[in-house]
């Protein structure tokens, strides 16, 4: 039986609807679409160049930049040429972009602009491996050795037969490294997360099934394409369901680029659903009069309708009637207002969301579906299904896949989607990945239907509201490196931003008042320590890390953390809950303020 990689799906959408539409840019304000057939033929030339560059199967690139047909055809190119791609977040420091070019091997790197290139050319004498950089088309092309523009980077491969690409394709075997997913560990730096060819065929195939997608649907891509679950509404789904994606401008023109697209299926963090309450409860609270009644009604009819469609029935008799009158005077106009016009299915996954969203949406006839995964087991363990739906809960087991708790009741998951385990480091696969089973980290528990629940994170790893995975002890030994500092804790879990709550050094900070002519006395509430302490951070701690993992707020605690006051343990690890419930007042000042 012959391999079914997403490369394979990619060759039969290309010779088999060589004219069909497979992705739009913005390009002079117009959404311009380029076919199947020319999105084959794209990869298929950036593959000879990478082969003319001297790739060869088992060798990989890195990808810096924002959402663009560029990023996915090197993506795919790599993959084709038998090697792995590494996406990079684009708010990554140049330490951090480093360690992933090193960790990866990447012999190529792909960069969007002058000021991805800034990061690496500050680090690139020290990636003795980095052969090439490539610039994204139309980004000014540095002077410096082997940088080459895209178009000139394509013009490589013109020496290479077409018959080596086929030659590659065929030697594609599903077991083989496919891609490299980089996630926050709890210490150190990011782990490689390897995923096969399988494990990406597998789950497209599936969400294509489940969902029932197909060449009438589309998406707009904007989340980052390094995370695994863009890259598989991006990527994979829409080359295995053969559906359309529009790349966003930017991030800041998301809003607009959803109105003016309206695709059928939107996948958001929790930030960007809690972005859109914000905005439309906003809007329905200048309502007044008739109008307020008639949304007040209307949301009342939503939810019920919803109620109904849930549990995979169709709403009938009057409930019916109520419907169609809601959905003429309010969901319609909310909705095409959104952007959500022709929306089939709204997905939120990557973090926890609170259940009064969805069920405010809910409201407006947006039924936004919750799922749960991680990179190590291609994104998606659990889902809540179209009909199948439970507010509060992160669904049932995805298909194929088995999901139990263990005795700590933690989620073990095992199945098609399951990672190969981390590039080099046996010592953390052995850890995650035992007899087949993904140990996830997170604590849950299933109700009476068999939907799962998430109740607490046995991984000290905090996800923010925008989905990102951040280790605080990462920027906790960081801040400690601060002298005056003795403790710091990092809050951020379901928030929008990092802050930390520090503790005072007595005899370094005796000395620094000496020094500085400061009073002893509530040191930590003095404004000149304030602001030290806040140049310390800044010069110290925050230029090490990616803006979202950066602290933008902090409160000195009057007293040290300790074995008596329940904050520490025996061998004086932190009791993070503990800690967070104690001074939780004192948090809600950081976000409020």
Same mark, same amino acid.
């Given at each position: 039986m012959s391999a079914d990689t997403i490369l394979h799906r990619l060759h039969k959408n290309g010779r088999t609807r060589p004219s069909d539409t497979a992705y739009y840019e913005k390009i002079n304000d117009k959404w311009q679409p380029t076919s199947w057939g020319e999105y084959l033929a794209e990869v298929r030339q950036a593959t000879r160049a990478l082969i003319a560059m001297g790739l060869n199967p088992g060798d990989n690139v890195a990808i810096l930049g924002f959402n663009r047909s560029e990023w996915v055809n090197l993506d795919l190119a790599c993959m084709l040429s038998g090697g792995a791609p590494a996406g990079i977040y684009t708010t990554n420091s140049p330490t951090e972009v480093k360690y992933i070019i090193e960790h990866a091997d990447a012999h190529v790197v792909l960069l969007e602009d002058l000021g991805q290139w800034e990061k690496v050319k500050e680090v690139r004498d020290q990636l003795p491996k980095l052969k090439y950089v490539v610039m994204m088309r139309g980004a000014p092309v540095p002077d410096a050795p082997d940088v080459f523009s895209w178009d000139d980077f394509l013009a490589q491969g013109n020496q290479v037969p077409? +018959?080596?690409i086929d030659e590659r394709l065929d030697s594609l075997e599903m077991d083989q490294l496919a891609t490299l997913i980089y996630t926050s560990g709890t210490t150190g730096p990011p782990k490689g997360v390897m995923l096969s060819h399988?494990?990406?065929?597998?789950?497209s195939k599936l969400a294509m099934q489940l969902l029932g997608l197909g060449p009438g649907d589309s998406v707009l891509s904007y989340l980052p394409l390094s995370h695994i679950a863009e890259q598989m509404f991006t990527i994979h789904a829409a080359i295995t369901a053969g559906y359309q994606v529009y790349y966003a401008e930017d991030g800041l023109k998301v809003a607009d680029n959803l109105k003016e697209v309206s695709p059928t299926m939107v996948f958001g963090v929790p930030r960007v659903w809690e972005r859109f309450y914000a905005g439309v409860t906003k809007k329905l609270g200048e309502s007044t009069g008739a109008k307020a009644k008639i949304a007040a009604w209307a949301q009342g009819v939503g939810r019920e309708t919803w109620a109904v469609r849930n549990k995979g029935s169709e709403p009938s008799g009057l409930?019916?009637?109520?419907?169609?009158?809601a959905n003429r005077l309010v969901f319609s106009k909310v909705k095409d207002a959104l952007g959500l016009g022709r929306l089939r299915y709204a997905i939120s996954g990557a973090a926890p969301i609170q259940q009064e969203i969805?069920?405010?949406? +809910?409201?407006?006839?947006?039924?936004i579906m919750e799922v749960y995964g991680q990179s190590e087991g291609s994104g998606v363990s659990t889902a809540n299904f179209p009909g +199948?739906?439970?507010?509060?809960t992160v669904g049932r087991p995805w298909p194929d896949t088995e999901v139990k708790l263990s005795e700590e009741g933690e989620i073990i998951v095992r199945g098609p989607g399951i990672f190969m385990g981390y590039l080099k480091d046996d010592e953390a696969t052995n850890k995650d990945l035992i007899d087949g089973w993904l140990h996830s980290g997170d604590l849950g528990e299933f109700d009476a239907d068999g939907y799962l629940k998430i109740i607490g994170r046995k991984k000290e790893i905090i996800i923010t509201s925008g989905g990102k995975n951040i280790a605080p002890k990462n920027i906790e030994a960081a801040?400690?490196?601060?002298?005056?500092?003795?403790?710091?804790?990092?809050?951020?879990?379901?928030?929008?931003?990092?802050?930390?709550?520090?503790?005072l050094e007595p005899d370094a900070t005796a000395v620094l008042a000496s020094q500085k002519g400061w009073p002893l006395g509530n040191l930590h509430e003095h404004p000149e320590m304030q602001a030290y302490m806040q140049e310390q951070i800044d010069s110290k701690v925050n230029s090490m890390f990616a803006r979202v993992e950066q602290v933008r707020g902090f409160q000195i605690l009057?007293?040290?953390f300790s074995v008596e006051g329940g904050e520490l343990t025996p061998t004086l690890k932190m009791k993070r809950n503990i800690i967070y419930k104690k001074y939780s007042e004192t948090i809600e000042t950081m976000y409020t303020d």
């Open positions: 077409e +018959s080596v399988q494990n990406l065929s597998t789950t409930l019916a009637i109520k419907y169609n009158l969805l069920e405010f949406f +809910s409201g407006l006839d947006v039924c +199948s739906v439970k507010y509060g801040l400690k490196d601060i002298g005056i500092v003795a403790d710091a804790i990092v809050v951020g879990d379901n928030r929008r931003f990092v802050t930390a709550l520090l503790t009057p007293e040290n």
